[in-house]
C-alpha cells in the first residue's frame, strides 16, 4: 500500500516568507509526527497528534512554528516569518496507534532552504 | 529523560565483512530501541525493534541487534556487508511512563557506513 507522502519534496523561499508543508499519513493511521532533521544531525521530535488534536507539541522551537490536522489525516506544518535556521529537513512520519514500541513510518521529508 | 549515544560517526567496512555499529542508550524506564536506515534521497525505513521480548532480535537484510540492560547498549551486526548496506544508521529509543510519552522517538546522530568493492 501508498506510504507516508510529503509536499513538497523541496522548497526553497526567502527569510521572512510564510512556508507550509503537507503530510499525508498512511491510510487508517491515528497517530502522526512531525520531525526536524538538520544537516548532520538525526531527526528531532516538534509535534505529535492524536487523532485531530496535538497530543503533545512540546518539540516547537517557538510560536513561529504551528501545525494543524483538522480531519484527522493530512496534516500541515506552517512556519511564519522563516529564518535562515529553520532550513532542514522536515520529516512526517505515523503509526497505527501510539503504544509501546510501536513502529513509525516515514515520510521522504522536504527539504526546507531558506535563503 | 531518555538518550542515546551512537559511538562512531562513520564506519568503513570491505564488502563480505562484519559489521557493527555500536549504540548506548539512557533511558528512566523500560526502553524500546530501534535500527532505523536512511539511504541517499530516500526515507527513513525501519531495520529491527527491541520492545521487552527476546534480546536478540533480527531484523531485515541480515542485520540483527543484542539488547544489553547490563552494558545499556544495542548494537546492530551484520555477518558479510554488501555493497547495497552503504546508508547513514540511526540508533532510537523511546521510553516513557506507563501513562505515556513512548510515542516520542530520541534519535542518536547517526552511523555512516561506507562499504569498499
Known amino acids: 500500500g501508498a506510504g507516508v507522502s510529503q509536499t513538497p519534496s523541496n522548497k526553497v523561499t526567502e527569510k521572512g516568507k510564510y512556508v507550509e508543508l503537507r503530510c499525508d499519513p498512511i491510510?487508517?493511521?491515528?497517530?502522526l509526527y512531525w520531525y526536524r532533521q538538520s544537516l548532520g544531525q538525526g531527526p528531532e521530535f516538534l509535534i505529535y497528534?492524536?487523532?485531530?488534536?496535538?497530543?503533545?507539541d512540546s518539540g516547537l522551537p517557538n510560536d513561529r512554528f504551528f501545525a494543524v490536522r483538522p480531519e484527522g489525516s493530512v496534516s500541515t506544518l506552517k512556519i511564519q516569518r522563516t529564518e535562515r535556521g529553520d532550513s532542514a529537513v522536515y520529516l512526517c512520519?505515523?503509526?497505527?496507534?501510539?503504544?509501546?514500541?510501536?513502529?513509525?513510518?516515514f515520510g521522504p521529508g522536504t527539504r526546507l532552504l531558506v535563503l | 529523560a531518555q538518550s542515546v549515544t551512537q559511538l562512531d560517526s562513520h564506519v568503513s567496512v570491505s564488502e563480505g565483512t562484519p559489521v557493527l555499529l555500536r549504540c548506548n542508550y539512557s533511558s528512566s524506564y523500560s526502553p524500546s530501541l530501534f535500527w532505523y536506515v536512511q539511504h541517499p534521497n530516500k526515507g527513513l525505513q525501519l531495520l529491527l525493534k527491541?520492545?521487552?521480548?527476546?534480546?536478540l532480535v533480527k531484523g531485515i537484510n541480515g542485520f540483527e541487534a543484542e539488547f544489553k540492560k547490563s552494558e545499556t547498549s544495542f548494537h546492530l551486526t551484520k555477518p558479510s556487508a554488501h555493497m547495497s548496506d552503504a546508508a547513514e544508521y540511526f540508533c532510537v529509543v523511546s521510553s516513557g511512563n506507563s501513562g505515556g510519552s513512548n510515542y516520542k522517538l530520541t534519535f542518536g546522530k547517526g552511523t555512516l557506513l561506507t562499504v569498499n568493492p
Open positions: 491510510s487508517g493511521h491515528t497517530a
Open positions: 497528534f492524536q487523532g485531530t488534536g496535538a497530543a503533545d
Open positions: 527491541y520492545t521487552s521480548a527476546a534480546t
Open positions: 512520519a505515523s503509526s497505527p496507534q501510539v503504544g509501546r514500541g510501536e513502529t513509525q513510518y
